[in-house]
């Protein structure tokens, strides 16, 4: 990709490759890294799950008793990686995160497959496992009960808005194309960065 034929919106740009990883059958196009930083600076990663993106922002959930989101709440600037080497691509995005309301965090936990309502009600996130037998029938009883799963308080989502995006296509002799996108005043700017 060069900067002559990329799109001059990279919210389009990410949608147009987004959908050719999906259409090579990768189910897991939406897999992400997400990586945050304490207040000291120190970096933390994990893969999390794309949910949606659009104009207002790129959307995943979590426990807010984990680590990811005690790190947002504190320093709310992250980066995420889409690795897909099928295609011999990858996206950065990094940006600004705040959570979204409650709202909108019980419309996607109702959605949810009911063994990851249960285990995300039943799971204190990052807290040391002292039984796993205890915790697996907790699942298991949530998961046999007629009763709804309610969203836990402490589950919800964040949404990244972009501030950055590098696209990265993989070329021979590893003479990579990289096409940077930074804001200014009529919307993005377009530059290629070298390999």
């Given at each position: 990709m060069r900067i002559d034929s990329s799109d001059s919106d990279p919210i389009e740009q990410f949608r147009q490759w987004f959908d050719e990883e999906q259409q090579c059958g990768d189910h897991d196009g939406n897999r992400m890294a997400l990586a945050t930083a304490d207040p000291d600076g120190r970096p933390s990663v994990r893969m999390v799950l794309l949910k949606k993106f659009d104009t207002s922002g790129w959307l995943?959930?979590?426990?807010?008793?984990?680590?990811?989101?005690?790190?947002?709440?504190?320093?709310?600037?992250?980066?995420?990686?889409?690795?897909?080497?099928?295609?011999?691509?990858?996206?950065?995005?990094?940006?600004?995160?705040?959570?979204?309301?409650?709202?909108?965090?019980?419309?996607?936990?109702?959605?949810?497959?009911?063994?990851?309502?249960?285990?995300?009600?039943?799971?204190?996130?990052?807290?040391?496992?002292?039984?796993?037998?205890?915790?697996?029938?907790?699942?298991?009883?949530?998961?046999?009960?007629?009763?709804?799963?309610h969203c836990p308080e402490s589950w919800g989502g964040y949404r990244l808005l972009p501030e950055r995006f590098e696209f990265w296509q993989g070329q021979s002799g590893r003479t990579h194309d990289r096409v940077l996108y930074l804001p200014d005043s009529a919307g993005w700017q377009r530059s290629e960065l070298q390999p």
């Open positions: 995943f959930f979590t426990d807010y008793a984990s680590r990811k989101a005690s790190e947002l709440d504190q320093n709310p600037h992250a980066a995420l990686l889409f690795h897909w080497p099928r295609l011999q691509r990858q996206v950065r995005i990094e940006g600004s995160v705040a959570k979204v309301s409650r709202e909108i965090s019980e419309q996607y936990f109702a959605q949810r497959p009911r063994n990851s309502q249960a285990g995300a009600a039943a799971s204190r996130q990052s807290s040391p496992m002292t039984d796993r037998s205890a915790f697996e029938q907790q699942v298991a009883k949530m998961m046999d009960a007629q009763d709804e799963i």
